[in-house]
Protein backbone atom coordinates (compact mmCIF):
# COMPACT_ATOMS: atom_id res chain seq x y z
CA UNK A 1 0.00 0.00 0.00
CA UNK A 2 1.62 3.05 -0.73
CA UNK A 3 -0.62 6.24 -0.07
CA UNK A 4 -0.81 8.95 -2.27
CA UNK A 5 0.14 11.68 0.49
CA UNK A 6 3.59 10.24 0.35
CA UNK A 7 4.15 10.68 -3.18
CA UNK A 8 3.62 14.15 -2.96
CA UNK A 9 0.38 14.51 -4.70
CA UNK A 10 -3.13 16.17 -3.50
CA UNK A 11 -6.66 14.83 -4.05
CA UNK A 12 -9.34 16.80 -5.71
CA UNK A 13 -11.44 18.31 -2.74
CA UNK A 14 -9.64 21.27 -1.66
CA UNK A 15 -9.46 21.84 -6.02
CA UNK A 16 -12.86 21.69 -6.67
CA UNK A 17 -13.87 24.04 -3.48
CA UNK A 18 -11.65 26.61 -4.47
CA UNK A 19 -13.08 26.40 -8.40
CA UNK A 20 -16.23 26.55 -7.89
CA UNK A 21 -15.70 29.80 -5.65
CA UNK A 22 -13.48 30.92 -8.00
CA UNK A 23 -15.69 30.04 -11.11
CA UNK A 24 -13.10 28.28 -13.09
CA UNK A 25 -12.21 24.55 -13.75
CA UNK A 26 -8.93 22.41 -13.02
CA UNK A 27 -7.83 21.26 -16.49
CA UNK A 28 -7.63 16.85 -16.60
CA UNK A 29 -4.88 16.43 -18.96
CA UNK A 30 -4.45 12.93 -19.97
CA UNK A 31 -1.06 11.09 -19.93
CA UNK A 32 0.67 8.07 -21.20
CA UNK A 33 3.93 9.19 -21.56
CA UNK A 34 7.17 11.17 -20.94
CA UNK A 35 6.87 13.79 -23.25
CA UNK A 36 3.19 14.22 -22.26
CA UNK A 37 3.61 14.48 -18.96
CA UNK A 38 6.15 16.83 -19.35
CA UNK A 39 4.40 18.95 -21.80
CA UNK A 40 1.67 19.51 -18.97
CA UNK A 41 3.54 19.91 -15.83
CA UNK A 42 5.92 22.46 -17.91
CA UNK A 43 2.24 24.40 -19.03
CA UNK A 44 0.92 24.20 -15.76
CA UNK A 45 3.98 25.57 -13.74
CA UNK A 46 4.54 28.02 -16.17
CA UNK A 47 1.09 29.34 -15.59
CA UNK A 48 0.47 28.39 -11.99
CA UNK A 49 -1.79 26.28 -12.96
CA UNK A 50 -3.24 22.99 -10.34
CA UNK A 51 -3.37 20.10 -12.75
CA UNK A 52 -4.99 16.58 -12.76
CA UNK A 53 -2.80 14.29 -14.12
CA UNK A 54 -5.38 11.47 -16.02
CA UNK A 55 -4.25 7.59 -16.24
CA UNK A 56 -6.55 5.62 -18.20
CA UNK A 57 -6.67 2.24 -18.07
CA UNK A 58 -5.61 2.28 -22.01
CA UNK A 59 -2.52 4.16 -21.01
CA UNK A 60 -1.80 1.34 -17.97
CA UNK A 61 -1.52 -0.90 -20.19
CA UNK A 62 0.62 0.98 -22.76
CA UNK A 63 3.07 2.34 -20.19
CA UNK A 64 2.88 -0.02 -17.10
CA UNK A 65 1.26 0.72 -13.85
CA UNK A 66 4.45 1.03 -11.75
CA UNK A 67 6.11 3.46 -14.40
CA UNK A 68 3.31 5.07 -14.39
CA UNK A 69 3.33 5.59 -10.81
CA UNK A 70 7.36 6.39 -10.87
CA UNK A 71 6.26 9.02 -13.66
CA UNK A 72 4.04 10.64 -11.24
CA UNK A 73 6.10 10.75 -8.40
CA UNK A 74 8.86 12.38 -10.74
CA UNK A 75 6.64 14.75 -11.95
CA UNK A 76 5.76 16.53 -8.38
CA UNK A 77 9.56 16.57 -8.23
CA UNK A 78 10.31 18.09 -11.71
CA UNK A 79 7.15 21.07 -10.74
CA UNK A 80 9.73 21.69 -8.09
CA UNK A 81 12.55 22.01 -10.08
CA UNK A 82 11.29 23.91 -12.42
CA UNK A 83 10.54 26.61 -9.85
CA UNK A 84 6.84 26.36 -8.50
CA UNK A 85 5.04 23.89 -6.57
CA UNK A 86 1.61 23.04 -7.76
CA UNK A 87 -0.84 21.11 -6.62
CA UNK A 88 -1.12 17.75 -8.89
CA UNK A 89 -3.93 14.91 -8.42
CA UNK A 90 -2.97 11.79 -10.22
CA UNK A 91 -6.57 10.63 -11.18
CA UNK A 92 -8.07 7.19 -12.58
CA UNK A 93 -10.01 7.94 -15.90
CA UNK A 94 -12.61 5.79 -16.43
CA UNK A 95 -12.27 3.10 -13.98
CA UNK A 96 -14.34 0.06 -15.20
CA UNK A 97 -14.24 -1.97 -12.19
CA UNK A 98 -14.18 -2.05 -8.27
CA UNK A 99 -10.66 -3.96 -8.61
CA UNK A 100 -9.22 -1.55 -10.97
CA UNK A 101 -10.24 1.51 -8.38
CA UNK A 102 -9.06 -0.56 -5.53
CA UNK A 103 -5.59 -1.46 -6.94
CA UNK A 104 -5.18 2.24 -7.97
CA UNK A 105 -5.85 3.20 -4.39
CA UNK A 106 -3.26 0.82 -3.30
CA UNK A 107 -0.77 2.09 -5.61
CA UNK A 108 -0.59 5.91 -4.96
CA UNK A 109 -3.71 7.26 -6.80
CA UNK A 110 -5.59 10.57 -5.21
CA UNK A 111 -7.92 10.28 -7.33
CA UNK A 112 -10.57 7.51 -9.20
CA UNK A 113 -13.23 7.61 -11.19
CA UNK A 114 -15.74 4.52 -11.34
CA UNK A 115 -17.99 4.84 -14.35
CA UNK A 116 -20.88 2.81 -13.91
CA UNK A 117 -23.02 5.09 -16.37
CA UNK A 118 -23.72 2.17 -18.65
CA UNK A 119 -25.26 -0.07 -16.28
CA UNK A 120 -28.75 -0.05 -14.67
CA UNK A 121 -29.24 2.66 -12.23
CA UNK A 122 -29.37 0.74 -8.99
CA UNK A 123 -26.38 -1.36 -10.22
CA UNK A 124 -24.38 2.00 -10.98
CA UNK A 125 -25.03 3.16 -7.31
CA UNK A 126 -24.06 0.00 -5.84
CA UNK A 127 -20.66 -0.12 -7.92
CA UNK A 128 -19.99 3.50 -7.24
CA UNK A 129 -20.92 3.08 -3.58
CA UNK A 130 -18.68 0.36 -2.37
CA UNK A 131 -15.43 2.13 -4.61
CA UNK A 132 -16.03 5.60 -2.19
CA UNK A 133 -16.31 3.45 0.71
CA UNK A 134 -13.08 1.86 -0.20
CA UNK A 135 -11.35 4.79 -1.43
CA UNK A 136 -12.39 7.07 1.49
CA UNK A 137 -10.23 4.90 4.33
CA UNK A 138 -7.78 6.11 2.20
CA UNK A 139 -8.91 10.39 1.50
CA UNK A 140 -8.73 9.24 -2.10
CA UNK A 141 -11.58 11.39 -3.68
CA UNK A 142 -14.02 9.54 -6.34
CA UNK A 143 -15.74 10.84 -9.63
CA UNK A 144 -18.74 8.56 -10.25
CA UNK A 145 -20.96 9.41 -13.68
CA UNK A 146 -24.82 9.74 -14.73
CA UNK A 147 -25.94 9.91 -18.35
CA UNK A 148 -23.81 8.30 -21.47
CA UNK A 149 -21.87 10.35 -24.03
CA UNK A 150 -22.50 9.53 -27.49
CA UNK A 151 -19.17 7.96 -28.77
CA UNK A 152 -16.93 5.82 -27.80
CA UNK A 153 -16.49 4.92 -23.85
CA UNK A 154 -13.80 2.48 -22.93
CA UNK A 155 -15.52 -0.10 -25.55
CA UNK A 156 -19.01 1.36 -24.75
CA UNK A 157 -20.31 3.23 -27.31
CA UNK A 158 -23.18 5.05 -27.33
CA UNK A 159 -24.93 5.99 -30.88
CA UNK A 160 -26.76 8.86 -29.23
CA UNK A 161 -26.24 11.01 -26.00
CA UNK A 162 -28.06 10.08 -22.73
CA UNK A 163 -28.77 12.50 -21.68
CA UNK A 164 -28.19 13.23 -17.75
CA UNK A 165 -31.25 12.88 -15.57
CA UNK A 166 -31.77 15.39 -12.86
CA UNK A 167 -34.01 13.65 -11.48
CA UNK A 168 -31.93 10.92 -10.68
CA UNK A 169 -28.38 13.16 -9.25
CA UNK A 170 -29.56 14.15 -5.43
CA UNK A 171 -30.64 10.49 -4.62
CA UNK A 172 -26.96 9.49 -6.63
CA UNK A 173 -24.45 11.61 -4.23
CA UNK A 174 -26.59 10.93 -1.53
CA UNK A 175 -26.30 7.32 -1.41
CA UNK A 176 -22.92 6.94 -3.14
CA UNK A 177 -21.31 9.48 -0.94
CA UNK A 178 -18.65 10.52 -4.22
CA UNK A 179 -16.92 13.77 -4.38
CA UNK A 180 -17.93 14.83 -8.14
CA UNK A 181 -20.10 13.44 -10.97
CA UNK A 182 -19.44 13.68 -14.35
CA UNK A 183 -22.76 14.43 -16.41
CA UNK A 184 -23.85 14.02 -20.01
CA UNK A 185 -24.94 17.30 -21.86
CA UNK A 186 -24.05 16.94 -25.06
CA UNK A 187 -19.66 16.62 -24.84
CA UNK A 188 -18.26 13.45 -26.74
CA UNK A 189 -15.01 11.88 -26.64
CA UNK A 190 -12.67 11.45 -29.49
CA UNK A 191 -11.86 14.11 -32.14
CA UNK A 192 -14.80 13.11 -34.01
CA UNK A 193 -18.02 13.95 -31.58
CA UNK A 194 -20.74 14.68 -34.07
CA UNK A 195 -21.89 13.65 -37.33
CA UNK A 196 -21.54 16.26 -40.22
CA UNK A 197 -25.37 16.15 -40.13
CA UNK A 198 -25.90 16.86 -36.70
CA UNK A 199 -24.01 20.23 -37.40
CA UNK A 200 -24.71 23.57 -39.03
CA UNK A 201 -21.86 24.34 -42.18
CA UNK A 202 -20.69 27.66 -42.37
CA UNK A 203 -19.89 29.61 -45.45
CA UNK A 204 -16.12 28.70 -45.21
CA UNK A 205 -17.06 25.28 -44.70
CA UNK A 206 -16.42 24.81 -40.78
CA UNK A 207 -18.88 22.77 -38.64
CA UNK A 208 -20.74 24.23 -35.52
CA UNK A 209 -21.41 21.42 -33.59
CA UNK A 210 -25.32 21.63 -31.63
CA UNK A 211 -24.79 23.73 -28.28
CA UNK A 212 -24.93 22.21 -25.24
CA UNK A 213 -27.37 21.33 -22.95
CA UNK A 214 -26.89 24.02 -20.75
CA UNK A 215 -30.19 23.42 -19.34
CA UNK A 216 -29.34 20.55 -18.11
CA UNK A 217 -26.09 21.86 -16.42
CA UNK A 218 -28.40 24.20 -14.30
CA UNK A 219 -30.95 22.05 -13.09
CA UNK A 220 -27.91 19.99 -11.98
CA UNK A 221 -26.47 22.70 -10.33
CA UNK A 222 -30.02 23.68 -8.60
CA UNK A 223 -30.48 19.92 -7.25
CA UNK A 224 -26.83 20.03 -5.82
CA UNK A 225 -25.77 23.42 -4.69
CA UNK A 226 -21.97 23.58 -5.08
CA UNK A 227 -21.54 19.90 -5.81
CA UNK A 228 -18.75 19.82 -8.29
CA UNK A 229 -19.57 18.38 -11.55
CA UNK A 230 -17.17 16.95 -14.54
CA UNK A 231 -17.31 17.60 -18.30
CA UNK A 232 -15.64 14.37 -19.80
CA UNK A 233 -15.01 14.73 -23.75
CA UNK A 234 -14.19 18.28 -23.79
CA UNK A 235 -11.69 19.02 -26.67
CA UNK A 236 -12.07 21.33 -29.19
CA UNK A 237 -10.57 19.52 -32.25
CA UNK A 238 -8.81 22.78 -33.01
CA UNK A 239 -8.52 23.35 -37.03
CA UNK A 240 -5.20 24.31 -37.63
CA UNK A 241 -4.48 20.59 -36.20
CA UNK A 242 -6.80 18.62 -38.29
CA UNK A 243 -5.55 20.77 -41.31
CA UNK A 244 -1.85 20.12 -40.76
CA UNK A 245 -2.25 16.46 -39.92
CA UNK A 246 -4.72 16.32 -43.66
CA UNK A 247 -1.33 18.45 -45.27
CA UNK A 248 1.29 16.52 -44.19
CA UNK A 249 -0.45 12.86 -45.19
CA UNK A 250 -2.96 12.39 -42.54
CA UNK A 251 -6.73 11.50 -43.39
CA UNK A 252 -9.02 12.70 -40.58
CA UNK A 253 -12.43 13.71 -42.15
CA UNK A 254 -15.12 15.92 -40.49
CA UNK A 255 -13.66 16.34 -36.99
CA UNK A 256 -15.17 18.54 -34.91
CA UNK A 257 -15.20 19.55 -31.39
CA UNK A 258 -16.85 21.71 -28.45
CA UNK A 259 -16.40 24.77 -29.87
CA UNK A 260 -14.18 26.63 -26.65
CA UNK A 261 -17.00 29.47 -25.93
CA UNK A 262 -19.14 27.09 -24.25
CA UNK A 263 -16.20 25.18 -22.63
CA UNK A 264 -15.60 28.76 -21.04
CA UNK A 265 -19.00 29.21 -20.37
CA UNK A 266 -19.10 25.78 -18.44
CA UNK A 267 -15.81 26.48 -16.72
CA UNK A 268 -17.69 29.55 -14.97
CA UNK A 269 -20.27 27.24 -13.45
CA UNK A 270 -20.18 24.02 -11.25
CA UNK A 271 -18.14 22.28 -13.53
CA UNK A 272 -14.77 22.18 -11.87
CA UNK A 273 -13.16 19.33 -13.84
CA UNK A 274 -12.36 19.23 -17.63
CA UNK A 275 -11.20 16.83 -19.76
CA UNK A 276 -9.63 17.27 -22.45
CA UNK A 277 -6.97 14.41 -24.28
CA UNK A 278 -7.93 14.31 -27.87
CA UNK A 279 -6.45 18.08 -28.55
CA UNK A 280 -3.06 16.93 -27.24
CA UNK A 281 -3.04 13.76 -29.24
CA UNK A 282 -3.82 16.23 -32.28
CA UNK A 283 -1.07 18.39 -31.75
CA UNK A 284 1.26 16.30 -30.95
CA UNK A 285 0.55 14.29 -34.28
CA UNK A 286 0.25 17.09 -36.40
CA UNK A 287 3.91 18.66 -35.33
CA UNK A 288 5.65 14.74 -35.71
CA UNK A 289 3.86 14.99 -39.33
CA UNK A 290 4.73 18.23 -40.00
CA UNK A 291 8.45 17.99 -39.25
CA UNK A 292 8.70 14.12 -40.97
CA UNK A 293 7.63 15.86 -43.92
CA UNK A 294 9.86 18.55 -43.87
CA UNK A 295 13.09 16.97 -42.78
CA UNK A 296 12.87 13.22 -43.77
CA UNK A 297 16.66 12.93 -43.46
CA UNK A 298 15.56 13.23 -39.59
CA UNK A 299 15.41 9.62 -37.83
CA UNK A 300 16.35 10.60 -34.28
CA UNK A 301 12.95 10.84 -32.36
CA UNK A 302 14.32 13.75 -29.99
CA UNK A 303 13.99 15.21 -33.55
CA UNK A 304 10.53 15.22 -33.55
CA UNK A 305 8.93 13.97 -30.04
CA UNK A 306 11.04 17.48 -29.00
CA UNK A 307 8.51 20.01 -31.14
CA UNK A 308 5.48 17.84 -30.55
CA UNK A 309 6.14 18.45 -27.12
CA UNK A 310 6.64 22.17 -27.05
CA UNK A 311 3.36 22.01 -29.27
CA UNK A 312 1.25 20.43 -26.43
CA UNK A 313 3.08 22.79 -23.89
CA UNK A 314 1.27 25.57 -26.08
CA UNK A 315 -1.61 23.93 -26.78
CA UNK A 316 -2.43 23.19 -22.50
CA UNK A 317 -1.18 26.45 -21.76
CA UNK A 318 -3.90 28.15 -24.28
CA UNK A 319 -6.41 26.14 -22.47
CA UNK A 320 -5.38 27.56 -18.75
CA UNK A 321 -5.26 30.89 -19.61
CA UNK A 322 -7.91 31.10 -22.28
CA UNK A 323 -10.48 28.46 -21.88
CA UNK A 324 -10.67 27.20 -17.88
CA UNK A 325 -9.44 30.05 -16.14
CA UNK A 326 -7.59 28.21 -13.49
CA UNK A 327 -3.92 30.60 -14.36
CA UNK A 328 -2.90 31.79 -11.02
CA UNK A 329 -4.92 29.29 -9.03
CA UNK A 330 -1.91 27.26 -8.05
O1 LIG B 1 -13.05 12.73 -21.56
C1 LIG B 1 -11.89 12.58 -21.85
C2 LIG B 1 -11.03 11.74 -21.00
O2 LIG B 1 -11.76 11.08 -20.02
C3 LIG B 1 -11.25 13.21 -23.03
O3 LIG B 1 -12.16 13.76 -23.93
P1 LIG B 1 -11.71 14.20 -25.42
O4 LIG B 1 -11.69 12.98 -26.27
O5 LIG B 1 -12.73 15.19 -25.88
O6 LIG B 1 -10.38 14.86 -25.28
O1 LIG C 1 -11.88 9.14 -22.36
C1 LIG C 1 -10.90 8.48 -22.63
C2 LIG C 1 -9.54 9.10 -22.70
O2 LIG C 1 -9.43 9.97 -23.78
C3 LIG C 1 -8.48 8.02 -22.69
O3 LIG C 1 -8.51 7.29 -23.86
P1 LIG C 1 -7.82 5.82 -23.98
O4 LIG C 1 -8.81 4.89 -23.33
O5 LIG C 1 -7.68 5.64 -25.46
O6 LIG C 1 -6.53 5.90 -23.25
ZN1 LIG D 1 -19.12 6.92 -18.87
ZN1 LIG E 1 -13.79 10.65 -20.56
Known amino acids: MISYKELGLVNTRELFKKAMEGKYAIPAYNFNNMEQLQAIIQACVETRSPVILQVSKGA ?3 ANPTLLR ?3 RGAVEYARELGYEIPIVLHLDHGDSYELCKSCVDM ?3 SVMIDGSHLPYEENVELTRKVVEYAHKYDVTVEGELGVLAGIEEHVS ?3 TIYTDPNQVEDFVKRTGVDSLAIAIGTSHGA ?4 PEQCTRLPDGRLVPPPLRFDILEEIERRLPGFPIVLHGSSSVPPQYVEMINKYGGKLKDAVGIPEDQLRKAARSAVCKIN ?3 DGRLAMTA ?3 KVLHEQPEVFDPRKYLGPARAELKELYKHKIINVLGSEGKA
Open 60 to 62: REY
Open 70 to 72: HMA
Open 108 to 110: GFS
Open 158 to 160: SEK
Open 192 to 195: VKFK
Open 276 to 278: IDS
Open 287 to 289: MIR
